[in-house]
């Protein structure tokens, strides 16, 4: 059975920093893409970033750029995401999730891609 789960959200002040893990189990995931999203309170869950299936290239919604970085370990069937200088408006919950396709040419970013999720993890950037 596969499953994703998600470690590392918490609360944490407005410049800080984070850093989610998001350990897969049932199957190995080394030919598929991983990748986050988030979901906000009355919105719908939105892309965040990826990594393609070795780890060579990756995807991030521009907001994210320069502040976020994707990273995997295949070995460990792990994705992480560091988060730094974070803002209010990074406050959602945070999901995992493995990409349907085997050795995607492009990293994907929307959800229809992605078939296996995590449970989520709360981030929440005080102000």
């Known amino acids: 059975q596969v499953q994703l789960v998600e470690s590392g959200g918490g609360l944490v002040q407005a410049g800080g920093s984070l850093r989610l893990s998001c350990a897969a189990s049932?199957?190995?995931?080394?030919?598929?893409?991983m990748g986050w999203f988030r979901q906000a309170p009355g919105k719908e869950r939105a892309f965040v970033a990826a990594v393609n299936w070795n780890g060579a290239s990756t995807y991030y919604v521009d907001s994210m750029k320069g502040r976020f970085a994707v990273s995997r370990d295949n070995a460990k069937n792990m994705v992480y995401l560091q988060m730094n200088s974070l803002k209010s408006a990074d406050t959602a919950v945070y999901y995992c999730a493995v990409g349907r396709y085997f050795r995607p040419l492009a990293v994907p970013s929307t959800t229809s891609a992605y078939n296996y999720w995590g449970q989520g993890t709360q981030v929440t950037v005080s102000s």
């Open positions: 049932g199957r190995t995931f080394s030919n598929n893409a």
